[in-house]
């Protein structure tokens, strides 16, 4: 009889379920310490209130269908939530870069306006001014630079740590419910890490032909 992943070794092979589990923690009778809580769950077992029981089709479909939802839920809460180790690391403050000063609209002269002189010249007596007056001057062009906006440079943009995946853990539908019919939790294994883990690897060798 295997207590560890009941979910897993179990409901989902054999597509059996146990109900009316008296105690409060599923595990086997060799780990319960207690001689009343023995006592407790040989009396239920003998009277037929804790059974194995195998599911039809059509609600070992249903079960499925829960479990693999609460698997989703479980994973989009991790998800959500910040590693420990990214979430202990002080972040620095954004970075503002200061705004320049608006420069003044740069005016830029007509070639009529360039080529008059500024006032005319002191002609002797008698004779006439050789500087014939403009016929008009075109209207000035306007220049005016661009000011950039302020942009706000977060530190330690080019660092994206990817998300961890969530290990395996206990489902809210394990497949194991009390006398009451409320679900028991299963103790579940988590899987070992890698010895490697969020280490750098090389290219990988190319096999020789």
Known sequence: MVYVNFDTAITERFHVVLEGWPLEKFCAPSSIAS????????????S???????????????????????SLGITAEQCASPPA???????????????PPNPEPLVEPSPSESSA???????PVG??????????????????????????LAANDDTVKQRRRPLAGAFINSGVTSSNGATVMVPATRRKERSDKNKKRGPRAKKSS
């Open 127 to 152: 004779q006439e001014s050789s500087v014939s007056p403009t016929s008009g001057l075109e209207n000035p062009v306007v220049t005016t630079s661009t000011v950039p906006a302020k942009r706000k």
């Open 117 to 123: 002189p500024s006032a005319p010249l002191e002609q």
């Open 85 to 99: 180790d990214s979430a202990s690391e002080p972040t620095e403050p954004a970075v503002e870069t200061p705004e």
């Open 48 to 70: 037929g209130s804790t059974r194995f029981r195998k599911l039809t089709a059509e609600e070992f479909q249903q079960w499925s269908n829960q479990r693999f939802d609460a």
């Open 35 to 46: 001689r009343n809580e023995l006592s407790v769950l040989l009396a239920s077992l003998e």
